[in-house]
């Protein structure tokens, strides 16, 4: 069956860094554009990040652009957000989500920016 696994969270002083992965499994992830997302308490889930299937397209939020960086390895079927400069406001529930029609999603990992 479809797999979407992310780790990598965890808690980070305000200025560090994180990499998250998304290990997928079960539907064609080497032609698929994927995309993290997130969510913070009391908040919409917002784009983070996306990736067109050959890493030759990549776009981003405002609130992320020249911190984070979105990557893929199709060999390993893995999705990678790496997080720097990492501020308060980043706390959130981060997502991977990708396949046709955008209909496969991760259970999330815990990101949480504090001192």
């Known amino acids: 069956q479809v797999q979407l696994v992310e780790s990598g969270g965890g808690l980070v002083q305000p200025g560090g860094s994180l990499r998250l992965s998304c290990a997928a499994s079960?539907?064609?992830?080497?032609?698929?554009?994927m995309r993290w997302y997130r969510q913070a308490p009391g908040k919409e889930r917002e784009l983070v990040a996306y990736?067109?299937?050959?890493?030759?397209?990549?776009t981003y939020a405002d609130s992320v652009k020249g911190r984070f960086t979105i990557s893929r390895d199709n060999a390993k079927n893995t999705l990678y957000l790496q997080m720097n400069s990492l501020k308060p406001e980043d706390t959130a529930v981060y997502y991977c989500?990708?396949?046709?029609?955008?209909?496969?999603w991760g259970q999330g990992t815990q990101v949480t920016v504090s001192s």
């Open positions: 990736i067109d299937n050959a890493s030759s397209s990549r």
């Open positions: 989500n990708g396949g046709a029609y955008w209909k496969y």
């Open positions: 079960g539907f064609p992830f080497t032609f698929s554009g």
